[in-house]
């Protein structure tokens, strides 16, 4: 199925008049206080966030997953629903793609498939949290000749085994070639490895093999591409995990290289963490890479982005909105997971959160905010970040969304061209996305 612009427009005639209204309101009030509204539209265009490929059908927990129905059950399928959230909301104009659970047949064709939807590739996602099943059994050294499957069961690139380390790395290299066959530039590495119980792990030697591996796969990249470092303080092992947190993934990059950063997941940080603080600190030496948006209440509970903190990521983007020099900008994308709601729908109020963050910090006077912290006017800088926050910014939102050829009301048109229902029907019930 494919949603065209003509459609689009046409169901925009709607709610036409009801919006203008609110957009020439908004715009008043905003141009009395100096803000520029057509800078803040331009740069809402321009911002585009990449969806995982994963999160196109229903996620689960360890308890059950519950099917969606007309999940899309190949790459092309998942590039054609990315597809068609782009053409409602303008700015899902990137997919990121995971491997094995996305190899391309011929990428040029997806290439082609992509480029028509209006999309390109983003970063790369390697797997080594999972055993494959071409891992060939291996010669374990036992008296008796038994052998064992390759495994990522006790780790991957810190692994104590070196074969095992070389597939990992080699695996990453692969995902890299693809990658480049794709024309994405560049690599997210998440580590899984970690141990469940004290004194599982040597947790120096673990951080020394991985710096190890993790240097293979650096030096196998193309100069221009980028690689990034996913942190995560537990899960899927419960005591440690080698990478645990910034600081550890900020030391791993700087060892890599200058080509190296660090990818800052919102869920993958304890509870009250001040993220905002951390992705200052990594502004600042310039090696904050990418972002991976979702929400959270407990832990890395992979909900809606904006659902539980708004103001925390507003808050977020308050830092982001002022990306110094030295730092390349970050690789924006979502990494979600819906058990509950239809997952095209979730994806597309993620993506209105995260839009609508970065509006409310387009618009802090960053001028006034220092001046107020420079007079230590606490209640001053309150009154500044708050007002921005409180102001309904979504007329603006709508406005640039509609400027690009976007539906005033992406989910709502979703629901009248009744796209799941179409879904289904060209897909089946009970189909099941690749992934997790
Ligand atoms: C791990 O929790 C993670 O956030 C990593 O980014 C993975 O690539 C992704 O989820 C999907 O498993
Ligand atoms: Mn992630």
């Not at 519950?66 to 068609?84: H, Q, T």
């Amino acid at each position: 199925m494919r949603i065209s612009t003509d459609q689009i427009q046409e169901l925009n005639h709607n709610g036409e008049s009801q919006h203008r209204r609110q957009f020439q309101f908004l715009q008043e009030e905003l141009q009395k206080k100096g803000i520029d509204t057509e800078t803040v539209i331009r740069k809402l265009q321009d911002f585009q966030v990449a969806v995982p490929s994963w999160a196109l059908g229903a996620g689960g927990t360890r308890f059950g997953r519950f099917s969606y129905g007309g999940e899309p059950a190949n790459l092309e399928e998942k590039i054609k629903d990315v597809g068609l959230i782009h053409a409602l909301t303008q700015s899902a104009g990137a997919i990121s793609l995971h491997i094995p659970w996305d190899i391309p047949g011929d990428p040029e064709v997806i290439m082609k498939l992509a480029a028509r939807e209006g999309l390109v590739f983003d970063a790369m996602n390697s797997n080594t949290f999972q055993d494959q099943p071409s891992f060939a059994p291996i010669n374990i050294g036992a008296p008796d000749g038994r052998q064992e499957q390759h495994s990522y069961k006790f780790g991957s690139l810190c692994h104590t085994d070196r074969s095992i380390r070389v597939n990992a790395v080699d695996h990453n290299k692969e995902v890299i070639d693809i990658g480049v066959s794709l024309g994405s530039k560049s690599l997210t590495v998440w580590l899984a490895d970690g141990s469940s119980f004290p004194g599982q792990l040597n947790f120096r030697k673990a951080l020394d093999r991985s710096l190890d591996s993790l240097r293979e796969i650096y030096a196998y990249m193309p100069s221009d591409w980028k690689l990034f470092i996913e942190y995560k303080p537990y899960e899927p092992y419960f005591y440690s995990t080698v990478i645990q947190d910034w600081g550890t993934s900020h030391l791993l990059a700087g060892e890599c290289g200058k080509n190296a950063y660090c990818l800052v997941d919102l869920g993958h940080h304890l509870p009250n963490t001040n993220i905002e603080q951390i992705v200052a600190t990594l502004l600042w030496r310039g090696k904050l890479g990418g972002f991976h948006f979702n929400d959270s209440k407990y832990g890395d509970d992979d909900l809606t982005v904006g659902s539980i903190k708004p103001y925390q990521l507003f808050l977020i983007f308050n830092e982001l909105v002022n990306v110094p020099g030295h730092n390349p900008t970050p690789a924006w994308m979502i990494d979600a997971s819906h058990n509950l709601k239809d997952p095209l729908e979730d994806l597309m109020q993620s993506l209105e959160a995260i839009r609508l963050a970065y509006a409310q910090a387009l618009i802090v006077d960053q001028g006034a905010l220092e001046t107020a912290r420079n007079a230590n006017d606490v209640s001053l800088c309150q009154e500044i970040l708050q007002g921005s926050y409180r102001t309904d910014l979504r007329p603006l939102l709508k406005e640039a969304r509609i400027r690009s050829g976007g539906a005033l009301d992406p989910i709502g048109i979703y629901r009248r061209l009744e796209v799941r229902d179409a879904l289904i029907a060209e897909r089946g019930l009970k189909t099941v996305a690749t992934g997790l």
